[in-house]
């Protein structure tokens, strides 16, 4: 299979691109980033892009499958109107044009508060990229929603890594829908969802990724 992902360079997505690469089953990956990787692979095509103004034209979007972890927060993005550009424009025109040029699945890193109606603009923009996701007809459609990611950021996150602290020490006790999600397990479960991918719409919650 030809797999194109996107948000590479960050926790979920670095490890995503890592599974691909090992994976017999998928004979090129494409990579599509703002910078270039520095990464060489013979499977890897890694097109340096303007998520602004994507190549609509390039060949390289016609792949089998998409795995999107592009994401970010308010407070790094610098304002809402970025943040939903970054987590709902972007992955939303990624997804309508492979789609066009015939991928079959999208596998997309959501999160466990995603709702559409949610009063927290966070959740409410994942919840609104999941609604529109599904309106684009996706024969096999994958929303993954973890809870807290486990794992070693390039940057901190504050609130996040205090977050962890408490969950990693109470997990034992915690129902697995509150313990920590490992950014290995959350890039396993959507490698195995675009590279083997079933009819219909799926949701993988963080219980099944603790």
């Known amino acids: 299979m030809k797999v194109m992902l996107v948000g590479a360079t960050g926790l979920v997505g670095g490890q ?11 004979d090129a990956v494409v990579v599509p980033t703002r910078r270039a990787l520095g990464t060489s692979n013979p499977a890897l095509l890694n097109p340096v892009v303007d998520f602004e103004q994507l190549p609509l034209e390039a060949d390289w979007w016609a792949v089998d499958a998409v795995i999107c972890a592009l994401g970010s927060t308010i407070r790094q993005a610098g304002s809402r109107e970025v943040f939903a550009r970054i987590d709902h424009d972007y992955p939303l025109q990624v997804a309508t044009q492979a789609r066009a040029r ?11 508060g995603a709702d559409a109606g949610s009063r927290i603009f966070y959740n409410q923009v994942k919840g609104r990229l999941e ?3 599904r309106g684009l007809g996706y024969p096999s459609l994958t929303l993954v929603r973890p809870g ?13 890594h205090l977050a962890s602290l408490v969950l990693g020490a109470l997990g034992p006790v915690l129902p697995r829908a509150w313990r920590i999600n490992p950014a290995t397990r959350i890039a396993a479960a959507m490698v195995e969802a675009a590279l083997q991918p079933q009819p219909g719409v799926h949701v993988i919650g963080s219980a099944q990724l603790a």
């Open 16 to 26: 995503v691109l890592q599974h691909l690469l090992d994976d017999a089953r998928c």
């Open 148 to 160: 807290l990611i486990g794992g070693e950021r390039s940057e901190r996150r504050t609130g996040e």
């Open 131 to 133: 609604q529109d996701l």
């Open 102 to 112: 015939g991928a079959h699945a999208f596998v997309l890193n959501s999160a466990k």
